[in-house]
């Protein structure tokens, strides 16, 4: 695995690359409006972007007209939604997804109401779907539970079927029991998977001094459900990068506590966790970010049955923020930021090599890939890349903290 698609592969390291194909911008995706959280999908070079218009502070989905060269609205225009809405408060929540050609958008409806909402669109009219159903959580019905605010809802699309993971807090007079709980939604229902991923509902594996924080959620083609996700212990103040797999009979955690162990304060808290399956087998990168001072990023690898560790992508580079992985079958690319701007490597054959250009996208609210979110994907032999930026005309920002998306055809 990972050892033949990629560009540049002659370009050592440290050496600014002279290179044939370059990124190219996908029109102008800056669309007359703030973009605060978003993220890109592709499905067979159909390309989606998926984000919280901060001017009409409403949720949209725009797909890339191939023809006209033009990013449209898909589900014909912003969803609308009823009701009380914060956006200050649902912008950090916010979430977009594609499965085939139906689009999915979700986010908590504020503080004070505590509603995982979600639409889905397959080009026509916006469909509101039932919320998830946080009723079914243990001590949530009768007001002992809590939804965390900032990092409590994500979700995934996957055949048709819905993967939604929330952070909460089950406080009763027996504990103060902080869990990660799986709803599936399947033919028009909920269900809640029966397993938590938590202490003492898996022994062994959490210490009632552990919290969770900034997870993700996946699901490979073979059906398995992984949440990746920072555990933190309290005494001593510390983090570690965890995966668990949900396999049908119960979750099974891949890391351990201490096989990524760091000071909670060195971190940039988001990571990136890519499922590849291949030969009906499930492969996994994980990427962990460290703050700026660290000076590089660690990728780690899961063959199904132990994690690989791959060298550092950025010996000697600073600072290194906002990593994204992507995947294809026989690659793994890292985008992160430096001095020079967005820089995109790819692992092969043991060594990393620059994909493009290093600093083909410079500038922004505070650096290239600033704002909430930055997104990275690989799909049918492109790489795309969505990022924030200020928008600038005759020296004059009329958007700030703007988007744009880059596409780089691999050779």
Known sequence: MYTSCSSDSSLDNNTTPQVKNEWTLMEDAYFGSKVDAFQVCA??????????????????????????????????????????????????????????????????????ELECMLYRTTGGAWEQLPSVPLNLLPGYADGRGNIHQSDGFTFTAKNGKLYAAVHYDNHTWQSEETCLAVFIYDNGNWS????????????????????????????????????????????????????SVYNGNGWNRITTSDMYPINSTSVTYRFNLNVYEEGGKDYLTMAPCLASEFGYTRVFTHNGMQWKELSSPTPGETPLLYTATSTCPECIFVKYGDTRGCVVKSYKNGAWSYTGKPGFATGGAGGVGGGYNQSFIYDSGYLYLALSRDYYKNGTTITPRGMCVYRYKLQ
């Open 43 to 112: 499905n067979n070079n159909n390309v989606y972007v998926g984000y919280w218009d901060g001017t009409l502070e409403k949720p949209c989905v725009r797909k890339f007209n191939s023809l006209s060269k033009k990013w449209e609205y898909y589900g014909g225009a912003p969803i609308n939604v009823p009701g009380n809405v914060d956006p200050y408060e649902v912008r950090p929540t916010f979430m977009f997804s594609q499965d085939g050609d139906v689009s999915y958008v979700g986010f908590i409806r504020s503080l004070t």
């Open 192 to 243: 809640l998977l029966p397993q938590r991923i938590s202490y003492p509902l898996i022994p062994n594996s959490f210490s009632w001094k552990a919290n969770f924080s900034y997870h993700m959620i996946n699901v490979s083609k073979n059906g398995n459900i992984y949440l990746n996700y920072w555990l933190g212990e309290r005494e001593p103040d510390k983090l570690s990068a965890n995966v």
